[in-house]
């Protein structure tokens, strides 16, 4: 097994602290906002270690999407090249956990609806994707 190594963001590394530690009963919500997150565990593309990263939890399904949008920054969020090099994943959705398989969702019409879905689930994604000339990366997370 692979070394865990908590993020270097302290709200992050929090957030996945609480959440894991109470079994999936705490901390399953961002921050003050109210909103469900799930916890994606992934491993580290150029580490090979453990890296566990809140994300909003937006469902199509059985599928979460998982959307790479760091507020708007320049650069992609890191787990995002992680889940290019490797799309095995264990996604944490309260107290249940899913062994499932990623991929970048390419298809427009595709990314297009589950883009609304997302932002229908946290409305600020679609201000965060007017704040950068990136485009910012989906991702289908389906059970493996």
């Known amino acids: 097994m692979a070394e ?18 109470s079994g999936g009963t705490e901390g399953t919500t961002l921050r003050d906002t109210g909103l469900p997150v799930i ?8 580490t090979g270690a453990v890296r566990k990263t809140p994300l909003m939890r937006v469902k199509d399904g059985n599928n979460y999407v998982l959307v790479g949008s760091r507020g708007g920054a320049p650069k992609n969020p890191v787990w995002v ?3 290019r090099a490797d799309g095995n994943v264990e996604v944490r959705d309260e107290t249940e956990v899913y062994t499932m398989q ?15 879905l ?12 007017n704040r950068t000339t990136r485009r910012i990366p989906v991702f289908v997370a389906e059970p493996a």
Do not use: H
């Not at 916890?39 to 150029?46: E, F, K, L, P």
């Not at 390419?106 to 609806?113: L, M, N, S």
């Open 81 to 83: 090249y992680n889940l």
């Open 118 to 129: 997302s932002v229908a689930a946290f409305p600020p994604y679609e201000e965060y994707q």
């Open 4 to 21: 865990y190594i908590p993020s270097t963001s302290d709200w992050v590394r929090e957030q996945v602290e609480i959440y894991e530690g």
């Open 39 to 46: 916890i994606v565990t992934n491993r580290g593309n150029q």
């Open 102 to 116: 990623v991929r970048e969702v390419e298809d427009e019409a595709e990314r297009a609806r589950l883009w609304e």
